[in-house]
């Protein structure tokens, strides 16, 4: 069976892209959350079933195979799986959704660390930082060419809930806890996401938890 370590579900966003695709998989995982950053965390990230992504987390195991960083998860599962759950079949929905999925691994620097993922908080709303401003405004860009070329009547930016889904489900997450702008189509699929069965088992359970991390508890950074 697989095994996915991940981190706190409050807090870690990588995290959550990981469990999300094992849950898209529909193959069985066992799931082990280790708390991140605590005292103890020196150590254990050194522990042998974490050291081969140097401590980061989501990581799997499928037997001997282990798999690090959410997009080779994804990846990776999407192979097991026949290539049949995680991308758009149209080519040319898959090369966009693709592409959406690379720019957001890779970009929005500014939202991710000005705006850290924290699932239990809810913040009052305040006026963006410029950098966040302009990162918004091209990531509301985005949803609207996906959801007018490729959505059709489902609520997911390519119809049914895929890979590009996941890796956008924790700026949902950001943009509801920081109160941020959006357009009401936007706002939309924030709540569609949101609204999924597996994210509320994940904000479920992030509630559950125990752990803070005092940095990811303030409201954004100036």
């Not at 890779?106 to 991710?112: I, Q, V």
């Not at 049914?160 to 924790?170: L, T």
Request: glycine share 8%; net charge negative; hydrophobic share 45%.
């Amino acid at each position: 069976m697989l095994k996915l370590i991940i981190g706190n579900k409050a807090y870690s966003s990588w995290s959550l892209r990981g469990w999300l695709a094992c849950k898209q998989s529909g193959l069985d995982f066992d799931e082990v959350v280790v708390p991140l950053y605590d005292a103890d965390w020196d150590k254990r990230r050194m522990a042998p079933d974490i050291a081969p992504s140097n401590g980061k987390v989501p990581i799997l195991w499928d037997g001997d195979a282990v798999v690090w960083d959410s997009v080779a998860i994804i990846d990776y599962l999407d192979g097991q799986t026949g290539g049949t759950r995680f991308w758009p079949e149209d080519l040319a929905a898959r090369g966009f959704a693709r592409s959406m999925a690379a720019e957001m691994h890779a970009g929005f620097t500014a939202l991710r660390s000005r705006h850290g993922m924290n699932i239990r908080q809810t913040f009052a709303a305040k006026t963006p930082h410029p950098d966040v401003a302009t990162e918004l405004t091209r990531l509301f860009e985005l949803w609207a060419q996906a959801r007018a070329r490729f959505g059709g009547e489902q609520p997911f930016l390519f119809g049914a809930f895929g890979a590009v889904d996941i890796m956008f489900a924790p700026v949902c997450t950001r943009i509801s806890t920081y109160a941020l702008p959006a357009p009401r189509f936007a706002q939309a699929y924030i709540d569609a996401v949101i609204a999924h069965p597996w994210m509320q088992d994940w904000i479920a359970a992030a509630q559950d938890e125990t752990w803070v991390i005092e940095k990811f508890e303030m409201p954004a950074a100036g």
